[in-house]
Structures are given as C-alpha cells and as structure tokens.
C-alpha cells in the first residue's frame, strides 16, 4: 500500500501541481503588492480617490454600500491586467521564441482522391471506397 503512495507523488504531474501552487501562492503575494503599493497610488494621483468605499445610495431608508463592490471590481481588473501584461504576454513570447525553429511534422494521411476521407499516406487503396489512389493527395 505505501509502494503505491510513493508512486503517486512521485508521479511528474503531482509534483508539478504542488510546485505550481506553492509558486502560484508567492506570486499572488507579489501581484497584490504592485496592485496596492503601486497601481492604485497611480489611480489616486490620476482620478483623486482610490478608495470607492464612500460610494453608496439609499432608497426606502435601505442603504446600498456599493463602494466595497466597486473596489473589488477595480482591484480585479488591475491583479487581471498586472497578470496578463507582466506574465502571460512575456511567457507568450519566450514560448514563441523557443518554438521558432521547430518544423511542422510530416503528414501522415491524405485524402482519398474519391470519397475524401482521411487514409494513410502509403495507401493505394482507400479502405473505405476501394478506389485506387495515385500519388500523394494533400
């Protein structure tokens, strides 16, 4: 039973996940950072506020405190952006730049020049219409 334990975290996935939720973890801790210290400070200098806290309504003497609201929205969208310009478009990048010299593979089926499915490249004959194929069809 312990054997079978063993072979399950030491499987690439399961470790991988863990790191993944460790380094996850750190790095929501240095997202929230820039989003506090830095892009809201910037927000303020622009806008004025950057606590929407104050905002609310009232109607029938029922209060709406909609500023909490509005600032979970405004942090949200500045984490979703900080995420996306400082992490996903970089790691795109440097995917593409690692992927840049690889060739497509070679095809492995054709065509058949009859009933069009998919057979083998070699085939000479298609295994679904029987006709003959001549060449190699793209």
């Known amino acids: 039973m312990l054997s079978g334990f063993k072979k399950f975290i030491l499987r690439g996935n399961v470790v991988d996940m863990a790191v993944g939720v460790v380094i996850g973890a750190a790095f929501g801790g240095v997202v929230t950072a820039l989003t506090k210290d830095l892009l809201t400070p910037f927000i303020a200098a622009v806008v004025g506020k950057p606590d929407f806290s104050y905002l609310g309504f009232t109607i029938h003497g029922t209060p709406f405190p909609v500023g909490d ?44 020049q009859e009933c069009l499915s998919e057979i083998p490249i070699d085939a000479r004959r298609c295994a679904h219409c029987t006709q003959p194929q001549m060449g190699r069809a793209a």
């Open 69 to 112: 609201f509005v600032n979970a929205g405004v942090s949200f969208l500045l984490v979703a952006a900080a995420i996306y310009f400082f992490v996903v478009t970089p790691v795109n990048a440097l995917v593409a730049r690692m992927n840049r010299g690889e060739a497509p593979p070679d095809p492995t089926t054709k065509k058949c």
